[in-house]
């Protein structure tokens, strides 16, 4: 068994796409409508053929009191892997995305925590060099 897909809740599913592409540098992977909505997943350049990032609408009634929750207790709803925190954090300064923890060590791993702008709280994160 392996994980394929894991989603995200987000207030627009364009807005979405054009955050975790054109900000975060994933790439689409699929599009296809779904009624309303869209089956719309993004992946790592890195690893194109690996976990799915499916940028799911905030439909759901439970969902929107779920995601205010988080964001103001300050929880990030997902956390990727980045080979320099502090590298990222400046690109995506330059990019215009908004950061509500600037880079911190915490033991062994340095962490950043940005907002995706759909409602979401998302850390990125890198293991320290062992030192």
Same mark, same amino acid.
């Given at each position: 068994?392996?994980?394929?897909?894991?989603?995200?809740?987000?207030?627009?599913?364009?807005? !979405?796409?054009? /955050?975790?592409?054109?900000?975060?540098?994933?790439?689409?992977?699929?599009?296809?409508?779904? &009624?309303? /909505?869209?089956?719309?997943?993004?992946? +790592?350049?890195?690893?194109?053929?690996?976990?799915?990032?499916?940028?799911?609408? +905030?439909?759901?009634? !439970?969902?929107?009191?779920?995601?205010?929750?988080?964001?103001?207790?300050?929880? *990030?709803?997902?956390?990727?892997?980045?080979?320099?925190?502090? !590298?990222?954090?400046?690109?995506?300064? &330059?990019?215009?995305?908004?950061?509500?923890?600037?880079?911190?060590?915490?033991? *062994?791993?340095?962490?950043?925590?940005?907002?995706?702008?759909?409602?979401?709280?998302?850390?990125?994160? !890198?293991?320290?060099?062992?030192?």
């Amino acid at each position: 068994m392996r994980i394929t897909t894991a989603s995200i809740f987000v207030d627009d599913q364009q807005k !979405a796409l054009d /955050f975790y592409t054109t900000k975060l540098g994933f790439q689409l992977k699929t599009d296809v409508p779904a &009624g309303p /909505f869209r089956w719309l997943t993004v992946v +790592s350049p890195e690893v194109p053929d690996g976990v799915e990032l499916l940028l799911e609408p +905030s439909e759901h009634p !439970a969902v929107r009191p779920f995601k205010e929750a988080l964001v103001a207790d300050g929880i *990030p709803f997902n956390s990727f892997a980045v080979q320099d925190v502090q !590298a990222e954090y400046e690109r995506l300064i &330059g990019l215009g995305v908004r950061f509500v923890q600037e880079p911190a060590q915490m033991g *062994p791993v340095t962490t950043a925590v940005l907002d995706d702008t759909c409602g979401n709280l998302i850390q990125i994160a !890198a293991m320290n060099e062992p030192g």
